[in-house]
């Protein structure tokens, strides 16, 4: 096994340069790299200076070089708006998208397999079609325009839940979060429900649809004739078979709840990193649009990086094919 | 004659498609003795799988179980709830099937596999479990069986994971095994051999047989008696003598013909015309009439079951074939 | 009786069994149609600055216009009718989502053929893109182009369709490597037939059912995707309010209780997506083979 990690790390870091090529085009040749990098409301001189200071005046292989040893040492410029690193201020804010994200994702969870195990087991009940109707429902609603309808039902007319911002911090190995107080969690509630909607929906759908196709699988039926009871049978030979492309499909879609934490940061006023992206992009600070996209592309690359290690942890027919070849 | 340890009568097992019913299992009746193998030959989608299907209770909807009984050492199957006829399905009556690929689970260990056999039936140790399953696979002949308990299904080939199921098959020493085709889908030097051990093992054990196949070449070494199957209903029965030397029905001439070892050298092989019926679509009397070469107008009626000859011997058929002395 | 069922009635007749799937054509339908003849149903052409009095702003539902008539759904801050403003605001979302899907179909169904049916290094090129572009989240790489290339339609239009053609090039690509290894290919490969017959005649047909099923959800998502990023004001101008943003207009005045302005809009691209969803479902089940029971 650690030969083929070995092998999927250094993919990864292929993918990690290529990404930052087309970045690092994006911006530099492309884009005005002065607008980008430069602060707009600099003077003529200031714009002469940093030109120079930034190397903008030399050839593209030397911009690229600077830019990737600065990005090596963790520097992706300075924030026009905040004046501080782009990066720090970027992992400042991770904390609290994690938070969110991890929370929607274990409400998700939490809901919607026993939710879709049990839809696939009884299809044609009452319970099973209302499950699948409501999942068509789930994966329907807009996210936006469902977080704006409960901060109007929770907040506003019945008065519960505080309509945005984040609770109390408190630090939990050096790491702010909020989800040990109370008062955390009024704030934490509406958001990561909000953003568990979608991949709840999402979840009850491919459950069902995975019991039921394991189902007609003969290993059932020998399980069955075997005398195992029904527990047994659901709870271990379809289970374990279902939950391997679960799980996959579980870590790679946390990426997807971390993009769209940017629309629920928003409307919910959430410090996280997707706000400030929103507030970055309405503002014209492009260093912060840079961090957040290499931040970003990074986080993806690593995700993916474990759930294909998980993937082949879980399923023994690839993890020894692995191990062979 | 001692009592025998399964009677069938008048199984009618049903399907209710969007299409229409088909009626795959329709009024099959028979017996099986204890420590006896019956063979129950026929087509693909005579119903035979089917069968032992309704026999074990493992019918999956959109069948079920619509008419007759299934006794078993006095008790009667098709009437037990759920919870009961788990107790008797892998302890009393075992099934081992086609696909050895497919009925292993891909993602449980074999150990796994084995011991939830046995413990779902008694309050063992795991220990004392294991100990049994081991036991078991060096039983069917599979080499070096402590580390192979440990292995995936994948890691076998197909003879051995058939093997494997055997060995799960046989764990809890059942009454009766129903076989459905285990050697079909394994190569023809592994099929030898696997019916061999049953073979063995099951005489080893006492256990009666039910071995589910369209091959009669398989049957002629290995059962006592047989029962031909055709559409959803038994055409012959009789001991495995009279059925391969002097066989009553024209469906039975016509299996046997098709056998390649029984055609004398250079003649062309003989095949049986036309093509098994659709489930759906049954032709009225008796199903076998469009492919028969004795079919008259009489053959519109639907045939009952009837005893021939005088050794227990039943017939569904208005012209059966004469006995072979009278043929020369 | 059995067997005379041609695989079109048969779907036919399995969408009128399920009463979901008759209840999205019927929802889509609806839309469709009230996107179609906006003009001629709306109470008022919301952006004729002449119709509009700011005397009327932020009516609740049910108010009495000045000049006779009701705001049915209310007004928005402009005094502009939402029914009128949904109307014309579904039309819009919907030609946007169904446009970028049809750009997008169309590139995707030229890529993936051509992977297929090329092979070798062409296939394998096309095919990485592909795989790279569908692991990132599709909410994420059109934020970022939209943020790149600035506002206007034709900018959302060519962000929808490079979020949406993986997913299409991938679809057809399989459909067709399917269809390609079967024997008749080859043989006809053989026979030297022109390879625009081939891929007209064999490969096209058999990808259109799987095409079929991820091309009305892909509209549903457009649809969406589009006004998310048009509430986050990235998406179309102010000059072409697509559902997105009057859902938008109408934020601030959520916390001081005028629900509606927000409320409806979205109500009304719920029924489009759910609409679209439920019949995308039906097909999704009755083409699919395996679930033949």
């Not at chain 3, 929802?27 to 469709?32: G, Q, R, S």
Request: with cysteine; charged share 15%.
């Amino acid at each position: 096994m650690p030969v083929f990690v070995v092998r999927r790390i250094l993919q990864a870091a292929l993918v990690l340069l290529v990404m930052s090529v087309l970045v690092f085009v994006g911006v530099y040749a492309i884009g005005n790299p002065v607008d980008i990098l430069i602060n707009p409301l600099a003077d003529q001189l200031e714009r002469e200076q940093a030109i120079a200071r930034l190397g903008l005046d030399k050839s593209l292989w030397m911009q690229y070089w600077a830019f990737l040893s600065g990005a090596l040492h963790g520097d992706l410029g300075r924030s026009f708006v905040h004046s501080t690193s782009a990066l720090g201020l970027i992992l400042e804010r991770m904390p609290a998208t994690l938070e969110l994200a991890l929370t929607a994702m274990l409400i998700a969870v939490i809901f919607g397999i026993p939710l879709g195990l049990w839809a696939g087991l009884r299809p044609h009940g009452i319970a099973g079609r209302t499950i699948m109707a409501g999942s068509i429902l789930g994966f329907s609603l807009p996210t936006f325009w469902v977080g704006l309808m409960l901060i109007m039902v929770f907040a506003v007319m019945l008065g519960w839940l505080p309509a945005s911002g984040r609770g109390p911090t408190t630090l939990l190995f050096g790491i702010p979060v909020s989800f040990l107080s109370l008062e955390g969690w009024r704030h934490l509630i509406m958001p990561a429900t909000n953003l568990a909607l979608f991949k709840l929906a999402l979840l009850i759908r491919l459950t069902r649809a995975g019991t039921r196709e394991a189902l007609l699988q003969d290993y059932v039926k020998f399980a069955r004739a075997k005398g195992l009871s029904n527990a047994r049978v659901i709870g271990v030979h379809v289970l374990r078979n279902i939950l391997i492309p679960i799980v996959t499909i579980i870590g790679l879609e946390f990426g997807s709840v971390i993009a769209f934490a940017i629309v629920t940061e928003t409307i919910f006023a959430w410090p996280g990193m997707g706000k400030l992206l929103i507030d970055s992009i309405n503002l014209l600070d492009r260093p912060i649009i840079v961090a957040y996209l290499l931040v970003t592309v990074a986080m993806f690359i690593v995700i993916n990086l474990i759930v294909d290690i998980l993937y082949s942890a879980l399923d023994p027919r690839v993890r020894l094919a692995e191990a062979k070849g | 004659m001692s009592e025998a340890l399964l009677t069938v009568s008048g199984l009618r097992t049903h399907f209710f498609t969007r299409a229409g019913v088909v009626k795959a299992v329709d009024d099959v009746s028979f017996e099986v003795g204890r420590g006896e193998v019956l063979g129950l030959v026929g087509e693909s989608g005579s119903g035979k799988s089917i069968t032992g299907y309704s026999i074990m209770g493992l019918v999956d909807p959109p069948g079920r179980i619509v008419g007759g009984n299934v006794l078993f050492d006095g008790v009667h199957l098709t009437a037990l709830p759920a919870e009961e006829m788990r107790h008797f399905r892998g302890n009393r009556l075992a099934m081992i099937f086609q696909d050895p690929m497919m009925t292993l689970n891909p993602v449980l260990r074999i150990d796994t596999q084995m011991v939830e056999a046995i413990l779902a039936h008694e309050n063992v140790s795991r220990s004392a479990a294991l100990e049994r399953a081991k036991e078991a696979l060096s039983r069917v002949g599979i080499p070096s069986p402590a580390e192979r308990l440990r292995g995936y299904p994948h890691q076998f080939s197909g003879g051995m994971r058939q093997r494997v199921a055997i060995a799960i098959a046989m764990l809890n020493k059942p009454d009766l095994i129903i076989a459905d085709e285990p050697t079909t889908a394994l190569d023809v030097t592994i099929q030898g051999q696997i019916l061999y051990e049953m073979q063995k093992l099951t005489r080893e054990m006492g256990a009666a047989l039910i071995w589910i196949t369209h091959d009669l070449s398989v049957i002629a070494g290995l059962a006592d008696r047989v029962c031909v199957m055709y559409a959803g209903r038994i055409v012959e029965q009789g001991t495995t003598a009279e059925i391969i030397c002097a066989p009553g029905h024209p469906y039975t001439r016509g299996l046997l013909d098709s056998v390649p070892g029984n055609a004398p050298a250079r003649e062309k092989l003989k095949q049986i015309p036309g093509m098994a019926p659709p489930p759906l679509d049954l032709p009225s009397g008796c199903p076998f009439r469009p492919r028969c070469f004795r079919a008259t107008v009489e053959c519109e009626q639907t045939p009952e079951t009837r005893p021939f000859g005088t050794s227990g011997r039943t017939l569904r058929c208005f012209h059966p074939l004469p006995p072979p002395e009278e043929e020369s | 009786m059995a067997g005379e069922e041609t695989p079109a009635r048969r779907i036919a007749s399995d969408f009128i069994g399920n009463p979901l799937a008759v209840l999205g054509l019927v929802l889509l339908a609806l839309v469709i149609a009230v996107a179609i003849f906006a003009p001629l149903i709306s109470p008022q052409n919301p952006y004729d600055l002449a119709q509009l009095d700011v005397m009327d702003s932020r009516l609740p539902p049910g108010s009495k216009a000045l000049t006779g008539g009701t705001y049915w759904l209310g007004t928005d801050d402009q005094g502009r009718d939402m029914l009128s403003a949904i109307f014309y605001g579904l039309r819009i979302s919907l030609s946007v989502g169904v446009m970028s899907t049809v750009i997008a179909l169309a590139i995707g169904l030229t890529l993936g053929i051509a992977a297929a049916y090329l092979g070798g290094r062409t296939d394998t090129v096309i095919m990485r893109i592909a795989d790279i572009q569908l692991s990132f989240p599709a909410i994420l790489i059109a934020l970022i182009l939209l943020a790149v290339l600035g506002q206007g339609t034709l900018k959302i239009v060519a962000a929808l369709v490079t979020v949406q053609w993986a997913y299409y090039a991938r679809t057809v690509r399989s459909a067709a490597l399917v269809e390609k290894r079967k024997e008749y290919i080859e043989a006809a490969r053989c026979l030297a037939l022109p390879p625009s017959r081939i891929v007209f005649h064999h490969l096209l047909p058999n990808c259109l059912p799987p095409l079929m099923v991820v091309a009305t959800v892909q509209v549903a998502a457009a649809i969406a995707l589009e006004a998310t990023l048009s509430f986050l004001g990235l998406g179309l101008p102010i000059t072409e309010p697509s559902l997105g943003l009057l859902i938008a207009n109408g934020y601030q005045y959520l916390l001081s209780g005028k629900y509606w302005i927000s409320f409806f809009p979205g109500v009304a691209l719920l029924i489009t997506i759910v609409g679209i969803n439920l019949v995308a479902d039906q097909l999704r089940d009755v083409l699919n083979p395996r679930l033949q029971r």
